[in-house]
T-cell receptor
């Protein structure tokens, strides 16, 4: 499959452990934030979103935290599984466009 | 419901040529966005269309253009190709393009030789 990014920061975790991926965003006026997962050869896939009037949102095994004071997002994945291995991007939605972070590669060790 | 489809999936062109990429959004979606993905620059916004109107444009030269048809299908065109245009071009669709989920297609891998 295609290489998404050759020089991405990498997070390596043991299967079953929790993962935390961090992201800083740029526009303090952005009001909608999304985490995407991208596997090799595929387009980004929606994981979870959060609006600026919230500071936490939970999904199935995933939690997103938003700190507007320092313009920081984090994605927490509980009980990380081999299928979670991918590149993860945060994105902010501003004026009908998504502004993506640089991405983090998550490697899950068996 | 069928996902976002992009054609072709792979394309090889030479410098100076032009190329047209196609995107069919999910049925009912009226917003289509295009992104360029490269290892060096990551994912960058090209433009967004809603009901055949371009609502936003990224910071790309005029060689990059797009359009949307009445059935919401979209095309993007790159003229006078340069080596640096080699990238994965991704299309995303959503109902309104605002605070709603955007669904991405698999992308078109363009290689410029």
């Amino acid at each position: 499959g295609e290489s998404v990014g050759l020089h991405l920061p990498t997070l390596s975790v043991q299967e079953g452990d929790n993962s935390i991926i961090n992201c800083a965003y740029s526009n303090s006026a952005s009001d909608y934030f999304i985490w995407y997962k991208q596997e090799s050869g595929k387009g980004p896939q929606f994981i979870i979103d959060i609006r600026s009037n919230m500071d936490k949102r939970q999904g199935q095994r995933v939690t997103v935290l938003l700190n507007k004071t320092v313009k920081h997002l984090s994605l927490q994945i509980a009980a990380t599984q081999p299928g979670d291995s991918a590149v993860y991007f945060c994105a902010e939605n501003s004026s009908y466009k998504l502004i993506f972070g640089s991405g983090t590669r998550l490697l899950v060790r068996p | 419901k069928a996902g976002v489809t992009q054609t072709p999936r792979y394309l090889i062109k030479t410098r100076g040529q032009q190329v047209t990429l196609s995107c069919s959004p999910i049925s009912g979606h009226r917003s289509v966005s295009w992104y360029q993905q490269t290892p060096g620059q990551g994912l960058q916004f090209l433009f967004e269309y809603f009901s055949e109107t371009q609502r936003n444009k990224g910071n790309f030269p005029g060689r990059f253009s797009g359009r949307q048809f009445s059935n919401s299908r979209s095309e993007m065109n790159v003229s006078t190709l340069e080596l640096g245009d080699s990238a994965l071009y991704l299309c995303a669709s959503s109902y309104t393009g605002g605070v709603d989920e955007q669904f991405f297609g698999p992308g078109t891998r363009l290689t410029v030789l």
